[in-house]
């Protein structure tokens, strides 16, 4: 089985603070996604990589970047951060169609 | 613009009952559909597809019915068990050029199993 490992399941950051997600997966997929999850919101895309040093915006990208510098790695980044960017994160990785495998989350808190 | 919605946040079932999920979408050109499952502190676990080209699928007590002319898909659970309680994402994939996939997903709707 694919695995999709998330570095961290629970960070606690203060606000201004540059804050680094983590993401590998195992199976050699070309496709990593990251998504944040809100409470009545569902699961809204962030940003995307479909190739090593590839990266495409999806549909929620301010405040974040990411980084790919290798093919099973793909890393969130929170340039400065916000109370409102108190969630759950999810990182996911797919071979092609259909379907996405996700990691475990990483519930992140500002203060 | 949501494309892919999931009218009800809630829906509260007697163990041993059907549960019935609801999905609606927008898009005609998605061409498969997707229902994941999640628990609290955990990532989404992939349920059970379709593809557009089909109007059922069914994996031992899950079936998610099609209905194209609707833009209308369900996930029918029977017999619904307390460990079925969790929120439940409708996922819609389309293919982008290079033969990736993108994902649009429902807000999720929460489901209770009560025993």
């Known amino acids: 089985d694919v695995k999709v490992t998330q570095s961290s399941r629970y960070l606690v950051k203060r606000t201004g603070e540059k804050v680094f997600l983590e993401c590998v997966q195992d199976?050699?997929?070309?496709?990593m996604f990251w998504y944040r999850q809100d409470p009545g919101l569902g699961l809204r895309l962030i940003y995307f990589?479909?190739?090593?040093?590839?990266?495409e915006k999806g549909d929620i990208p301010e405040g974040y970047s990411v980084s790919r510098e290798k093919k099973e790695r793909f890393s969130l980044i929170l340039e400065s951060a916000s109370t409102n960017q108190t969630s759950m994160y999810l990182c996911?990785?797919?071979?092609?169609?259909?379907?996405?495998?996700f990691g475990s989350g990483t519930r992140l808190t500002v203060v | 613009d949501q494309q892919v919605k999931q009218n009800s946040p809630s829906l509260s079932v007697q163990e041993g009952r059907i549960s019935i999920l609801n999905c609606d979408y927008t898009?005609?050109?998605?061409?498969?559909f997707l229902w994941y499952k999640k628990y609290p502190a955990e990532g989404p676990t992939f349920l059970i597809s379709i593809s557009s080209i089909k109007d059922k699928n069914e994996d031992g007590r899950f079936t998610v019915f099609l209905n194209k002319s609707a833009k209308h898909l369900s996930l029918h659970i029977v017999p619904s068990q307390p460990g079925d309680s969790a929120v439940y994402f409708c996922?819609?994939?389309?293919?982008?050029?290079?033969?990736?996939?993108?994902?649009?997903f429902g807000k999720g709707t929460k489901l209770t199993v009560n025993p």
């Open positions: 990589s479909y190739d090593v040093k590839m990266k």
């Open positions: 996911a990785s797919s071979l092609g169609h259909p379907g996405y495998t």
């Open positions: 898009n005609s050109m998605f061409d498969y």
């Open positions: 996922a819609a994939s389309s293919r982008l050029e290079g033969g990736s996939e993108k994902l649009v």
């Open positions: 199976m050699d997929h070309e496709n």
